[in-house]
């Protein structure tokens, strides 16, 4: 055997001992995945409820938002009709009031003046005839 042979030798058992050590390392991959693999269904399988609850969540949030916008919307109209009564209340009262005022304190400055005439003529009266009671 010469040098050459003896190195092919060398040579081949040290590419065998690479494959064998590429083979260990590949399978010591492969099992990595795996194990990841099994760790990834196993945290989709436990995250599967929590997104599921997540979503009947938001759901539910969704439909309670709606709700409260909807009330809030109610609640605005009504706010919004009794002011609107309220303003016309006023308007009628200020009607009212104006249109009592224009008749009625001419009215009473009326009755005033006929009271005070009456008064007159009863103490016109009564002067006169004390007057001829006195003659």
Wanted: net charge positive; charged share 25%; aromatic share 6%.
């Amino acid at each position: 055997m010469d040098t050459i042979e003896i190195l092919t030798v060398i040579l081949l058992i040290s590419a065998s001992a690479l494959c064998v050590a590429l083979i260990y390392y590949i399978y010591q991959i492969v099992k990595s995945v795996h194990s990841i693999s099994s760790d990834i269904k196993g945290l989709s399988f436990k995250l599967s409820p929590i997104l599921q609850s997540t979503f009947v969540l938001s759901e539910k949030l969704a439909h309670v938002t709606d709700e409260a916008e909807s009330q809030l919307q109610i609640s605005k109209s009504i706010v919004s009709d009794i002011r609107d009564r309220a303003d016309k209340i006023l308007n009628i009262e200020s009607k009212i009031r104006g249109g009592i005022e224009d008749t009625a304190i001419p009215l009473l400055r009326n009755f005033r003046a006929l009271r005070k005439g009456i008064d007159s003529f009863w103490r016109t009266l009564r002067v006169n005839r004390r007057n001829k009671l006195v003659e």
